[in-house]
């Protein structure tokens, strides 16, 4: 059974950072699969933040151009979320994504707050 996990959320002061994890486990190889973050703030839908192709292309929202970065390190299972110069409005859970023809799978969210 597929199982993502997440890590790394918290509190941080608006220009801040912080570093989200997300280990994916359960048989499957992953190397193949796209992996990504999505968030939810209060009363919005999910959005897509970013992802990443198994050759390492990537894909951000508008929003986090420049200032989030994704990463996949495929020996480990795993794909990294690293946020400079976060902003309030960057507060929402932060959900991890593998998915590729036919499987799809999600992470239970880490919450991502920023404020002073």
């Known amino acids: 059974q597929v199982q993502l996990v997440e890590s790394g959320g918290g509190l941080v002061q608006p220009g801040g950072s912080l570093r989200l994890n997300c280990a994916a486990s359960?048989?499957?190889?992953?190397?193949?699969?796209?992996m990504g973050w999505y968030r939810q703030a209060p009363g919005k839908e999910r959005e897509l933040v970013a992802t990443?192709?198994?050759?390492?292309?990537?894909n951000y929202a508008d929003s986090v151009k420049g200032r989030f970065t994704i990463s996949r390190d495929n020996a480990k299972n795993t794909v990294y979320l690293q946020m400079n110069s976060l902003k309030p409005e960057d507060t929402a859970v932060y959900y991890c994504?593998?998915?590729?023809?036919?499987?799809?799978?999600w992470g239970q969210g880490t919450q991502v707050t920023v404020s002073s």
């Open positions: 359960g048989g499957s190889i992953f190397s193949g699969y796209v």
């Open positions: 990443i192709g198994s050759g390492g292309g990537t």
């Open positions: 994504r593998v998915f590729t023809l036919g499987y799809n799978y």
